[in-house]
């Protein structure tokens, strides 16, 4: 991942340069950039992760949406130049409201404005860091024997690790995880385990797993963030570390497994920093739901929607996930991770979790 | 009349008034929320009947006032013609009385037993008498009375009777004491003097209620209206026991007269017919027709053709009164939109005439996501109970309203959208789904002419709302070639640091049409219309623009404007200004004449058939294509 490049101002000031110069030889200005939907995912063979394929999307300022668009992202482009200059950093909420100002150049909601800095990372190529944009949310936090320095406010590079120099609420990752930000010191731990949800990793930690087994427990907090997702790979790469992910069973959880080994199809454009193809899935299944008789909820309309749209996605399409999504389907009932606590609260650190990471690789690859 | 007496099956007799006591439910009075409307919807209707019937303007006062926590007095005045003081025991202490009850008339009232029923319960509630003031057209005074009702012989009882100077030259005042609960929303008093209103916009009402507020509905139309007329029974209407009560009373010698002369559509030569048909002695004396002969006779109609009964026993609102009826009431909501009432042609169901009117109000402050309210009448007067039941909502339900732009689910139902329904079904024999006539019963045929109406009025609403979208598409456009690519030419200089360069090439792209877009705004009561008209094309264009405002007139200035020689990115400004209220305004409809319509967005082609006196519109002079 690119620190920030200087050519960011000079590549989006040529984007505009390319609307001026429709308008100047009397052409109608138009955006073209991958379409950025299921249908256009591919597998990218050098990484192992899905990216965008070739459809594109065409915005023309024909058509009063497609001129709307021209013009925030314009307007965005404008902003992004001037935070560049005065070296500042904006929250993406804060630039939807700054968008205010925009005269007909302002969002509708934030999501349409989240969704214009991602196109503009896809059009440029650049990074929302480059655009000095981040996220509120921050990354989720780490437990584990992990040594990382991170740059703090005054730009020094503080070290801590991550089991004895933080509290139980473990290390928090910041939004920007990059080289010149945080720097992975050395490790010494056999594997990561992502974890979906809060109540799990307390669980673990206070169930001392991290120790027992010689891991790195990181939470996700539901989908995970950029960040942590990022954080995930340089672990993986750097520090060959094996990841497991351990998340509800569910169809939403499917996607959060998804986000983390194979892309998410918002983050396409940079799925080659993001993803972890290697990554395992040890995930309350359907045959867990059934073998450990674990209490259930049935399945929503929306569960069954997702799990229908899941068939469809090119990311799910092995034997693995099929009969995992046909099986949950047919059994109409979906579990949470902490429903194993059925059988007592160390049944998940002493039988669960021992038996699926010493067990075949579910997915077979 | 007087000594009609109901027959139980044990063959024990009771007079009506002790049935009533024992099933006040039949007459609607069967809860204490609605009671207090019976009463004030049973003098009201009588009151409405007699002022129509003398072609009097309404005047109507109604309080209700507290007593005691369950106790209020209920008091309608009117100034109808006054009542003989000789009828007033009739008419308000004896059960089934009525000059209505066998004259074959739309009316309000139907079976001469409403008023008496109220003031009947509120005696068996709070044991008081109820007070009448009465002064006839043509009286000296008023005549008090304080009255109740003798239940075992089903008489009024007088209590008091005296003469009184009264200010008003005629009218009639009831007031009856009786328990109950005051209640406001949907099925409220205040709900039925308000759907009153709309139907009465001769009406000036004045309603005090129980915190001493005051609501006044104001007369909008300074006109009686049309009264009913009577006509003599249509033969295919009527039960076999009416029949043989009208041999009875009739007056005829014979069956020839008596069916010649008590029924409309039957001539002497169609009497013989039916005669032969039913195998009656034509010299029969028709008290002596039995039971038999009667079916006889029903039977034998059918085998002669009689002709269908004719309309003007029917009295419809008629198009002014929904109109201004329903701006007088439901203008506080700002609609977009009245469609023109729709009124349907008289249809009979089992020999009985009827029809439908269908007003429709849509847009405005009433909201989107909610079913359509719907206002149902029958003769005149607001149904506010047992909706689910009625004919009316059976028929709305069958419309399919998705293909009218609203919302339906499966396409049947209630729909939802911002819209009230306004359906008025009138006939002599309305018929009702039980004694308290809260609800039509849903009659095939009445059922189909509703549908048949409401079906003409969606039609209105989807042409507002296509008109509307297209101004709509029209506005878009013009924001697109107007704002949205000057400001993208503009940042994108901005961005670059580069000259601004002209744009006009790529707007012609875009558009490529003269554009005509009206804004507006309150004037000097009215409002002021700026029409500006630009020319994204890349030629010079001449062409006329005739002005129609949907409501309201434009002010001291013809309606045609003329556009000569406009260049290319160039435009010209109209203005103009209409009398009508800016809230209500929904944009002026723009013809034009001397350019292709495909250069032209905003604007139709002059109809042919346009009305040249209107417009003051010369003859074509020139095509500038």
């Given at each position: 991942m690119s620190s920030e490049v200087p050519d960011t101002g000079k590549k989006l000031v040529e984007l505009a340069r390319s609307v001026y110069n429709s308008l100047k030889t009397g052409e109608v200005p138009e955006l073209i950039m991958p379409?950025?939907?299921?249908?256009?995912i591919v597998l990218d063979?050098?990484?192992?992760v899905w990216r965008y394929g070739e459809s594109k999307v065409t915005r023309s300022a024909k058509y009063v949406d497609g001129a709307e668009y021209i013009l925030k992202s314009l307007y965005m482009i404008e902003f992004i130049l001037e935070m560049i200059k005065g070296s500042k950093t904006s929250t993406l909420r804060e630039m939807y409201y700054i968008?205010?100002?925009?005269?007909?150049?302002?969002?509708?909601t934030q999501d349409e404005s989240d969704i214009m800095a991602e196109d503009l990372e896809v059009i440029t190529s650049l990074m929302r860091e480059d655009f000095r944009l981040r996220p509120e949310e921050n990354g989720a936090s780490v437990i584990g024997n992990l040594t990382i320095e991170e740059k703090n406010r005054k730009g020094e590079f503080k070290r801590i690790n991550?089991?004895?120099?933080?509290?139980?609420?473990g290390y928090n990752i910041p939004y920007n995880v990059d080289q010149e930000k945080l720097k992975i010191v050395s490790s010494d731990a056999d594997f990561v385990l992502a974890i979906e949800t809060g109540g799990m990793f307390d669980r673990l930690v206070e169930n001392g797993f991290d120790e027992r087994f010689r891991s790195i427990l990181v939470h996700l907090?539901?989908?995970?963030?950029r960040s942590t997702r990022r954080l995930l790979k340089r672990l993986n790469e750097e520090q060959h570390l094996p990841i497991y992910v351990f998340t509800d069973g569910d169809p939403w959880s499917f996607r959060i497994f998804a986000s983390v080994a194979y892309g998410a199809i918002k983050t396409a454009h940079i799925s080659q920093h993001l993803?972890?193809?290697?990554a395992q899935f040890i995930g309350i299944t359907a045959s867990d739901i059934m073998n450990y008789d674990l209490p259930t909820d049935v399945l929503t309309d929306k569960d069954q929607q997702a799990l229908q749209a899941e068939l469809k996605d090119p990311r799910f399409l092995n034997d693995f996930w099929k009969s995992e999504i046909e099986a949950m389907l047919k059994m109409n009932k979906k579990a949470e991770?902490?429903?194993?606590?059925?059988?007592?609260?160390d049944f998940v650190t002493d039988k669960y979790l021992p038996d699926k990471l010493s067990g075949p690789n579910d997915l077979g690859e | 009349m007087a000594n009609r007496h109901y027959t139980i099956s044990e063959g024990k007799e009771i007079s009506i008034s002790e049935f009533f006591e024992k099933n006040r439910h039949i007459l609607g009075f069967d809860s204490p929320q609605k009671a207090l409307y019976m009463i004030v919807k049973e003098a009201l209707d009588n009151s409405l009947d007699a002022c129509e019937e003398h072609q009097i303007l309404p005047e109507i006062r109604v309080a209700v006032k507290r007593m005691e926590q369950d106790e209020f007095e209920v008091t309608v005045e009117d100034n109808g013609p006054g009542i003989d003081r000789k009828e007033v025991p009739r008419v308000?202490?004896?059960?089934?009385?009525?000059?209505?009850?066998?004259?074959?008339k739309q009316s309000?009232?139907?079976?001469?037993?409403g008023i008496t029923a109220a003031v009947l319960y509120g005696q068996i509630t709070t044991g008081k008498e109820a007070f009448i003031r009465t002064r006839k057209v043509g009286e000296e005074v008023a005549y008090d009375f304080k009255l109740s009702i003798n239940i075992k012989e089903?008489?009024?009882?007088?209590?008091e009777e005296k003469p009184a100077i009264w200010e008003e030259q005629h009218g009639t005042i009831i007031s009856v004491l009786a328990k109950g609960k005051y209640q406001v929303g949907k099925q409220s008093i205040f709900e039925y003097l308000k759907e009153t209103a709309t139907v009465n916009p001769n009406m000036s009402l004045r309603f005090e209620d129980p915190e001493g507020k005051i609501f006044q509905f104001k007369r909008v139309v300074e006109r009686p209206s049309e009264p009913a007329r009577a006509i003599k029974p249509?033969?295919?209407?009527?039960?076999p026991g009416e029949v043989i009560s009208m041999a009875h009373e009739s007056?005829?010698?014979?069956a020839v007269g008596f069916l010649s002369g008590d029924?409309?559509?039957?001539?002497k030569y169609s009497a013989e017919e039916i005669c032969k048909f039913a195998g009656?002695?034509?010299?029969?004396?028709?008290?002596?027709?039995?039971l038999a002969e009667v079916k006889n006779i029903r039977s034998s109609l059918d085998k002669i053709k009689i002709l269908p009964p004719?309309?003007?026993c029917l009295s419809p609102l008629g198009e002014e009164f929904i109109r201004k009826g329903l701006r007088n009431i439901y203008d506080e909501l700002h609609p977009a939109f009245y469609s023109k009432p729709v009124m349907r042609s008289v249809s009979t169901y089992n020999g009985n005439p009827f029809s439908v009117e269908v007003g429709l109000v849509y847009g405005?402050?009433?909201?989107?996501?909610?079913p359509v309210r719907v206002v149902r009448y029958a003769n005149k007067v607001p149904l506010l109970y047992q909706p689910g039941a009625c004919a009316t909502t059976k028929a709305l339900s069958e419309v399919d309203w998705r293909s009218y732009g609203l919302d339906q689910r499966n396409g049947e139902g209630v729909p939802f959208g911002p819209m009230i329904l306004f359906i008025h079904v009138f006939g002599i024999r309305v018929p009702y789904t039980s004694e308290s006539k809260e609800a039509i019963a849903p009659v095939a045929e009445i059922t189909e002419e509703i549908k048949a109406a409401l079906k003409s009025a969606a039609r209105t609403v989807k042409g507002f709302l296509n008109k509307r979208e297209k101004r709509k598409k029209i506005s878009e456009k013009f924001r697109l070639v107007s704002t949205l690519i000057p400001e993208i030419s503009e940042k994108s200089s901005s961005i670059t640091g580069l000259e601004t360069v002209p744009i006009e090439s790529v707007l012609s792209k875009v558009a490529n049409v003269v554009f005509l877009n009206e804004s507006f705004e309150p004037s000097d009561g009215g409002i002021l219309v700026r029409l500006i008209v630009h020319n994204y094309t890349s030629m010079p264009r001449s062409f006329d623009i005739i002005a129609d405002p949907p409501i309201g007139d434009i002010v001291d200035q013809k309606n045609e404007f003329n556009v000569r020689d406009?260049?290319?990115?160039l435009s010209v400004t109209f203005e103009f200004r209409i009398a009508v209220e800016a809230s209500r305004y929904p944009g002026t409809d723009y013809y034009f004449r001397?350019?292709?319509?495909?250069?032209?967005?905003g604007a139709e082609p002059l109809?042919?058939?346009?009305n040249i006196a209107k417009t003051d519109v010369e003859e074509v002079t020139e095509d500038v294509q």
């Open positions: 379409s950025r939907n299921r249908d256009n063979p050098m990484y192992s968008s205010e100002g925009w005269k007909n150049g302002k969002f509708g991550c089991k004895d120099d933080v509290g139980e609420g907090k539901g989908q995970p963030a993803a972890v193809p290697t991770q902490q429903a194993l606590a059925k059988y007592g609260l | 308000f202490g004896q059960l089934l009385y009525g000059s209505r009850f066998h004259s074959f309000r009232g139907q079976q001469g037993i089903n008489r009024a009882n007088i209590i249509y033969p295919l209407g009527l039960e007056g005829a010698s014979t029924f409309s559509r039957i001539s009656i002695d034509p010299d029969k004396k028709p008290s002596e027709i039995t004719s309309a003007d405005g402050d009433l909201p989107n996501d909610e406009l260049m290319p990115a001397g350019i292709d319509p495909v250069y032209i967005n109809p042919a058939d346009w």
